[in-house]
């Protein structure tokens, strides 16, 4: 069978790298890759598809920028007619991105079968782009693959019915097993003069925390308490960056002495980053999950979380948005030592990919084979 993988921003590109060789190495698919363009800065994407060994997409739509209406219609119109003429059995959307929904409601509209890496993940706070691309997605998906627990409750709550949910396990996560080794062998604690364990990292990207100055601003702050306390390594997301400029915000970080504002790092530079740092302040969804697996505590810069394993079994845990809220949270943090408890979540354990090929055998090539999914 054909199945037309897509990918359009960073966080995509770690979930598809593992499918993406997965289905390679298996004889009855055939996969062919799309990338929409959302994000087309060499740090953002170039980078992520040579490390990561993932194939040269065999298109790319080029669909990068403009406002959400702009960027969902852009990816829409240039994926239509690829869709056409590469004519797949099934189409497959990792995420929660404008790319993902744009591509879903393009294949089920034109009758190809949908299926959906990550699904079911809810905040359950509509005015998160995201969520409503996770929503929408999931409701149009013939095929949903869960990475935790919640999220089958989740669409079971939604009436998808049970036979369409595979509970697999988080691709992300086999990217981060397969990539530890080959990440741990590079110098990048030394390129910026840090120790292990004795400095903190910090992204910031989503529009709820960057896009108000006011809101920039009392982060700032943030960053400012924690740099006196700790080196802080902030690798800025492009979005971020254009934000301080448009606020007038970027002299306030280049004061500060103990931060090291850095361009955004490789999937491999950012793991050892990551692995190696005392503690990590963050908005994104994916950190939390490789905080988890790393054992790191992480403190999410947000109220709520679709991802709430990552606070129940991981290191995960929610510090709002409140400036205040964050900084005691952070130095409660730093007292409690630096070993923190953490667990590994179901099936978080390299083969999500595997199991999710199986599955796709399963159910479009031999679908009376009688194997249980
Ligand atoms: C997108 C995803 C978000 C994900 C994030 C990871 C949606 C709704 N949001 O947010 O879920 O966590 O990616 O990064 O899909 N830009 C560049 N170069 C790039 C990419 C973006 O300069 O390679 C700048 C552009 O000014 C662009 C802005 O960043 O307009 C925002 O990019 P966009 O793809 O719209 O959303 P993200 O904020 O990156």
Redesign the pocket.
């Known amino acids: 069978m054909r199945i037309v993988c897509v990918a359009?921003?960073?966080?995509n590109f770690m979930k598809i790298a593992p499918l993406m060789e997965a289905f390679s190495n298996e004889p009855c698919i055939d996969p062919l890759l799309v990338h929409t363009g959302?994000?087309?800065?060499a740090?953002?994407?170039d980078l992520f598809f040579t490390q990561l060994g993932i194939p040269k997409p065999d298109v790319n739509l080029g669909c990068?920028?403009?406002s959400?209406a702009q960027?969902t219609a852009a990816v829409m119109t240039a994926f239509e007619p690829v869709l056409l003429d590469m004519a797949p059995d099934a189409v497959l959307v990792v995420?929660?991105?404008?790319?993902?929904i744009a591509c879903g409601l393009v294949s089920v509209k034109l009758g190809i079968p949908l299926m959906h890496v990550e699904a079911g993940l809810r905040s359950y706070d509509r005015s998160m782009?995201?969520e409503i691309?996770r929503v929408l997605t999931d409701a149009i998906s013939d095929l949903l693959f869960c990475t935790e627990p919640s999220g089958v409750d989740n669409l079971r709550r939604e009436g998808i019915p049970a036979d369409k949910i595979h509970l697999v396990g988080n691709v992300m996560i086999d990217t981060l097993m397969k990539n530890r080794k080959k990440s741990e062998a590079l110098p990048v604690l030394e390129n910026l003069g840090i120790e292990p364990s004795s400095y903190a990292v910090v992204t910031l990207?989503?529009?709820a925390n960057v896009d108000e100055p006011e809101t920039l601003s009392g982060l700032m702050e943030v960053l400012d308490a924690v740099q006196t306390t700790l080196p802080l390594v902030f690798p800025i997301?492009?979005?971020t960056?254009?934000q301080m400029r448009h606020a007038g915000l970027e002299g306030r970080l280049e004061a500060m002495p103990n931060l090291k504002l850095i361009e955004p790092l490789g999937y491999l530079e950012f793991l050892k980053l990551l692995n190696h740092a005392r503690i990590v302040l963050t908005d994104?969804?994916?950190i939390q999950e490789e905080t988890t697996i790393l054992g790191v505590p992480c403190l999410t810069l947000r109220n709520n979380t679709e991802r709430p394993i990552t606070c129940d079994m991981g290191t995960n845990r929610l510090a709002g948005t409140r400036p205040d809220g964050i900084i005691s949270a952070f130095h409660e943090a730093m007292s409690a030592g630096t070993t923190t408890e953490a667990r590994v979540p179901p099936l978080w354990d390299g083969h999500a990919a595997e199991r999710i090929t199986r599955i796709i055998v399963d159910h479009f090539v031999n679908p009376r084979s009688g194997v249980p999914t």
């Open positions: 359009g921003a960073r966080p959302q994000h087309y800065d740090k953002m994407s990068g920028g403009g959400h960027q995420g929660d991105v404008n790319s993902t782009p995201e691309n990207h989503r529009p997301h492009p979005r960056r254009s994104s969804g994916g």
